[in-house]
Nanobody
Framework: VQLQASGGGPVQAGGSLRLACVAS????????MGWFRQPPGKERDFVAG???????KYADSVKGRFTVSRDNSKNTVYLQMNSLTPDDAAVYFC???????????????????WGQGTQVTVSS
């Protein structure tokens, strides 16, 4: 599975961005997809995930501001990010979990493939 993330860039605090991640393959609708972020020098942390039944899960720090969604017809998962703050600045990665679960996993090691990442910069 190959993943291609896009949509990052510079934004002012309070602004919005929508990230997209396109996956290859014919079984996208069965995958659980996750978004993670990694600030410089820090670990890759869970942001949001969505499983094949469109059950979603969010990190507490983004609840109410970020929305994860998927369009299976386009093999794409999205992350709508609103009310951005400098703390949201990071490289954002999408990952795919090939196992079927009730909830999207929140640990990076549970994801089998990763995209290349897209940089989000938030200025105050």
């Amino acid at each position: 599975v190959q993943l291609q993330a896009s949509g990052g860039g510079p934004v002012q605090a309070g602004g919005s961005l929508r990230l997209a991640c396109v996956a290859s393959g014919d079984s996208f609708s069965d995958y659980t997809m996750g978004w993670f972020r990694q600030p410089p020098g820090k670990e890759r942390d869970f942001v949001a995930g969505i499983n094949r039944d469109k059950v979603t899960k969010y990190a507490d720090s983004v609840k109410g501001r970020f929305t994860v969604s998927r369009d299976n017809s386009k093999n794409t998962v999205y992350l709508q990010m609103n009310s951005l703050t400098p703390d949201d600045a990071a490289v954002y990665f999408c990952g795919v979990d090939l196992l079927v679960g009730i909830l999207p996993p929140t640990k990076a090691y549970e994801y089998h493939y990763w995209g290349q990442g897209t940089q989000v910069t938030v200025s105050s």
